[in-house]
T-cell receptor
Framework: KNQVEQSPQSLIILEGKNCTLQ??????????LRWYKQDTGRGPVSLTI?????NTKSNGRYTATLDADTKQSSLHITASQLSDSASYICALAGSYQLTFGKGTKLSVIP | ETGVTQTPRHLVMGMTNKKSLKCEQHLGHNAMYWYKQSAKKPLELMFVYSLEERVENNSVPSRFSPECPNSSHLFLHLHTLQPEDSALYLC????????????????FGPGTRLTVT
C-alpha cells in the first residue's frame, strides 16, 4: 500500500479560481515534506519543502500546509493561471528515501 | 547547459535491442538517481549513486544496468526489455545523498520517454 495518498486524482478549474490539493501520508518518521509541479513530458520541479515542525510555507501563489498530527498536507493555489496546468506531486523524505504520491492532475481552463 | 539534462528525450526500442540512456548534471552535485515513472503510479526509485558508488538498487531487474563513470554523468543501459518497461525514466541529482542529509533537495532532468515494442 502506497504510504502517500493524494486527492483528487484530477481536477479542472477555471482560470483565476483557487484550488486546494490534498496529501495524506503514513510515512514516519520523515525529515521533510515536498510538493512538486510536473509539466507534461518534463521532470518534477520543487515548489515547497517543509520540515515536520513547519505548518505553512509559501512560494508565490502556492501555499503548502502541514498538520503532523493528522498526517495531512495541502497545496493551495491562488488565482490560478493556465500555466498552472500540470501534475502536482507530494513526496516525503523519510529516513531512507523519498516516497512519492501518484499526483493530482490539474487542468486550468479559460 | 544548466541543471540536469537527459538524452535521448524519446526512445522506441524492440525487446531484443540494446540501448543506453544518458544523464548529465551541471550542478556540482555528489549524488545521482534513476527513477521510473509509469502512468498512474508514483515515481519509483531504481538506483542511487553517491560519489560515483552505487548505494542503492531497489530490486531492479538485471535488464537495467546503471553506470556512473564520474559525479557528473549517469547512464542506464537497457537490454532485452519488456513492454511493461515502457515509462518515463527520470534522472535526478542532489548535493549529497538523501539518507545522509535528511533529504537533500533533488533536481530532476526532463526524462526519457521509453517505449518498448
Amino acid at each position: 500500500k502506497n504510504q502517500v495518498e493524494q486527492s483528487p486524482q484530477s481536477l479542472i478549474i477555471l482560470e483565476g479560481k483557487n484550488c486546494t490539493l490534498q496529501c495524506n501520508y503514513t510515512v514516519s518518521p520523515f525529515s521533510n515534506l515536498r510538493w512538486y509541479k510536473q509539466d507534461t513530458g518534463r521532470g518534477p520541479v520543487s515548489l515547497t519543502i517543509m520540515t515536520f515542525s513547519e505548518n505553512t510555507k509559501s512560494n508565490g501563489r502556492y501555499t503548502a500546509t502541514l498538520d503532523a498530527d493528522t498526517k495531512q498536507s495541502s497545496l493551495h493555489i491562488t488565482a490560478s493561471q493556465l500555466s498552472d496546468s500540470a501534475s502536482y506531486i507530494c513526496a516525503l523524505a523519510g529516513s531512507y528515501q523519498l516516497t512519492f504520491g501518484k499526483g493530482t492532475k490539474l487542468s486550468v481552463i479559460p | 547547459e544548466t541543471g540536469v539534462t537527459q538524452t535521448p528525450r524519446h526512445l522506441v526500442m524492440g525487446m531484443t535491442n540494446k540501448k543506453s540512456l544518458k544523464c548529465e548534471q551541471h550542478l556540482g552535485h555528489n549524488a545521482m538517481y534513476w527513477y521510473k515513472q509509469s502512468a498512474k503510479k508514483p515515481l519509483e526509485l531504481m538506483f542511487v549513486y553517491s560519489l560515483e558508488e552505487r548505494v542503492e538498487n531497489n530490486s531492479v531487474p538485471s535488464r537495467f544496468s546503471p553506470e556512473c563513470p564520474n559525479s557528473s554523468h549517469l547512464f542506464l543501459h537497457l537490454h532485452t526489455l519488456q513492454p511493461e518497461d515502457s515509462a518515463l525514466y527520470l534522472c535526478a541529482s542532489s548535493q549529497v545523498e538523501s539518507r545522509l542529509a535528511g533529504g537533500s533537495e533533488q533536481y530532476f532532468g526532463p526524462g526519457t520517454r521509453l517505449t518498448v515494442t
